[in-house]
Every structure is written in structure tokens, then in C-alpha cells.
């Protein structure tokens, strides 16, 4: 039987940094089971379902700016209720005119993502949030797509870890605050250099 189904075209925003892009796929609850994601060095093709709708989108980046290491640590990707999100490591630093080789397509269907936008004068910012998303490369990568709340459970399943994961959870931007475990081995290597600290002045 032949599918005759339409496939939208889904509307997609992006920023940049010097190293970097960040895609995204304005799309609302897709079907995780239903999402294909084939991200090449020079194009990123993307297939999924939401609300009875099927959406198919292909696109060829710009040519000039070498395209991107879809092999790279960084290049990460994350379907969430309101869209896709992906991050994507450049293969050679610069910022891009625009995002696509097609200017008809980047015109009609390529929004700029003002929310994560920043100009070349302004790369102090920062790079992009990647928090929870999955490694292209690898999938999970371990643990790379697991949010604060599973870590928590996991480690209250390993036992006693509840009082570990709610320390792990103070960091700022999501990051574990180690703090505490530092404390007590700066403590130790303070006593155990007791006999080095009053050092008379030399003359």
C-alpha cells in the first residue's frame, strides 16, 4: 500500500558561535519512536511524527563554512515536548552568513533564534546550554542524556546515596558541586603540611 501522506516541511531557528551551531527543529511533541535523525558533516536530514501529522526536512549546510564534525564530543542532540534541539561543532572556526547552501530555503523556512543569538563582538557570552542532550556519536554516552532526577533515584538505589545526589544537584548550570568533597582532602593536606607552615623568613 503507497503512504500518501503529506510531510510538512517543519520551520527551523538557529544561532551561532564561532565554533559552533545551534539548530533547532520547531516542531511540539514528536513521536520519540517515530524521530529519524541523519546528521552527515555537510547535512542534517530529520523524519518524525506528531498529532497524526508526519514532518521530513533535509538540509544541505553552507558550503563555504566546511560544515560540521558530526562525529565530534559536542555534536549533541535532544528531542524535547516543544521541538529539537541540536548542537552542532563546527569543522573549521568562523561565523556563517547563513545556515544553509539553498538561500531560497534558508529564506522561507530558516528563522535566526534571537534567544541564543549573539554577535562576533559578543563571543565573551559564552557557548550553548547542552545540558541533556545525547551524544550524536554515541547515543547515550553513558550517562549524557540523564537528567538530575534519574541520577538522584539511581543513586538512592545504590543505597545511601540520597545525601550524595542532593549535593550533586547544587551546582550551578546543573553542575554537581564538589565542594564539600574537596573540603575534607584540603583539610587533611593542611595537616599533613602542618610542619611546613611556620617557615621562618629568610634573610
Do not use: C
Not at 536530514?45 to 560544515?67: I, M, P, R
Not at 544537584?169 to 553542575?175: N, S
Request: glycine fraction near 12%.
Amino acid at each position: 500500500m503507497t503512504d500518501t501522506t503529506t510531510k510538512l516541511l517543519p520551520p527551523v531557528k538557529w544561532a551561532q558561535r564561532k565554533d559552533t551551531l545551534f539548530v533547532t527543529i520547531d516542531v511540539p511533541d514528536v513521536v520519540k519512536d517515530s524521530a529519524v535523525v541523519d546528521l552527515k558533516d555537510d547535512s542534517l536530514t530529520f523524519k518524525g511524527k506528531s498529532h497524526d501529522n508526519e514532518y521530513e526536512l533535509e538540509l544541505e549546510f553552507w558550503k563555504e563554512g566546511e560544515g560540521i564534525d558530526a562525529a565530534a564530543d559536542g555534536s549533541k542532540y535532544s528531542i524535547k515536548p516543544r521541538n529539537i534541539q541540536f548542537h552542532l561543532v563546527k569543522k573549521k572556526e568562523g561565523f556563517w552568513p547563513r545556515l544553509l547552501e539553498n538561500k531560497q530555503l534558508q529564506k522561507t523556512n530558516v528563522k535566526v533564534d534571537f534567544d541564543k543569538w549573539v554577535d562576533s563582538d559578543d563571543e565573551d557570552e559564552g557557548g550553548f546550554n547542552t545540558a541533556g542532550m545525547d551524544d550524536l556519536a554515541g547515543g547515550m554516552g553513558g550517562m549524557g542524556g540523564m537528567d538530575m532526577a534519574q541520577l538522584q533515584q539511581m543513586m538512592a538505589q545504590m543505597g545511601g546515596g540520597g545525601q550524595l545526589a542532593a549535593q550533586m544537584g547544587g551546582g550551578e548550570g546543573g553542575m554537581p558541586d564538589l565542594s564539600s568533597f574537596t573540603a575534607g582532602a584540603d583539610d587533611e593536606g593542611e595537616e599533613g603540611d602542618s610542619d611546613d607552615e611556620a617557615l621562618p623568613d629568610l634573610e
